[in-house]
Every structure is written in C-alpha cells, then in structure tokens.
C-alpha cells in the first residue's frame, strides 16, 4: 500500500478483465485488514467498484469483493460509504443465495454494516434478516458465527423459539 498499490487495484477492480477483477478485490480484501487501508481504499474510489462486484461479478469477484467490502465496513465511514454506494442489496442476495464463502463474507460484511443505525434499518428493509437467521441455524460454522454477529449488531436476540427481532426492524 506504500508502494501506491491501491489505486491501481481500484482501477483493475473496475476496468480490468473478470481475473484481473477477480484477483484486485482479493489483494484489496487482504489490504483492507490494515486500517490506514480502510481509508486509503475509500479515498481511492475503491467501494464503488466492488460493490459492482459483488452485484454483478463472476463467482470468484462476489466472494473476494464481499470479503472486501467486509473488511472495509469496520471503518465507520465506510460503512456510510458501502451504503451509499448500493452496497446493501447485493451483500444481502449473496447472503440468501451465494455460495458458501459468498454467503460467509455477506454475512460478516453485514456484521460491520450493522454498526451503524441507519445500515440497521436499510439491512432489515433490504429483507437481510431472514437469510441471517437461516444461516444462523443453518450454515456452515463460518456462516453460523458471523450471522449471529450480524443479528447481534442488529439488535436481535437469540431465545429458546428462535430470534427475536427488534420491533423498529421488523416494521
């Protein structure tokens, strides 16, 4: 990052072809562990296109931007930033019906997004509580553990019948 990797990523992340994509969103997940990253990655215009691929990628672009955007969303900025950005919806499909990695990442992406209160709100009415909690009770370890985060963060409460959704979610 130093070296001024970001910004080419970004660029390969938007224009490159589907594995320089593919192979970008990946380098930008790994980079945005970093929280200097977090923000370098933002002020590169880098949300925007992995957003785009995680909506509209291949396979192997949605599971790397997802964890990317994951990443990236323990940034309070970002996680406006994600949201701004359409960010919500496709993490949500992903969620319901990607793969198992996809679906892992959505779901930690969601975890992050869903510090914030209004992301609390756009998650439930973007309908991503119902695939959280099937992957709560349903997915794999992965799942499971980052699902629970995420309806944690929202709010929920898990009891003997099941979770309990907050009313202002729920509405």
């Not at 390969?12 to 997940?29: F, H, I, M, N, T």
């Not at 933002?42 to 957003?51: F, H, N, S, W, Y």
Request: hydrophobic share 50%.
């Amino acid at each position: 990052a130093k070296a001024g990797g970001i910004a080419p990523l970004v660029a390969l992340a938007r224009d490159g072809s589907d594995l320089q994509k593919e192979y970008a969103a990946g380098a930008l997940r790994s980079l945005a562990v970093n929280a200097d990253n977090q923000v370098a990655i933002a002020k590169a215009g880098g949300i925007a296109p992995l957003v785009a691929l995680a909506r509209d990628g291949k396979d192997g672009e949605k599971e790397r931007a997802a964890g990317a955007l994951a990443n990236l969303a323990v940034n309070a900025d970002n996680q406006v930033a994600i949201a701004k950005a359409g960010g919500i919806a496709p993490l949500v499909a992903l969620a319901r019906d990607g793969s198992d990695l996809q679906k892992e990442y959505a779901a930690a992406a969601m975890r992050n997004l869903a510090g914030n209160a209004d992301n609390q709100v756009a998650i439930a009415k973007a309908g991503g509580i119902a695939p959280l909690v099937a992957l709560a009770r349903d997915g794999t370890d992965g799942q499971k553990e980052e699902a629970a985060g995420a309806l944690r963060n929202l709010g929920c409460r898990k009891s003997m019948f099941g979770w309990k959704i907050p009313r202002y979610l729920s509405r």
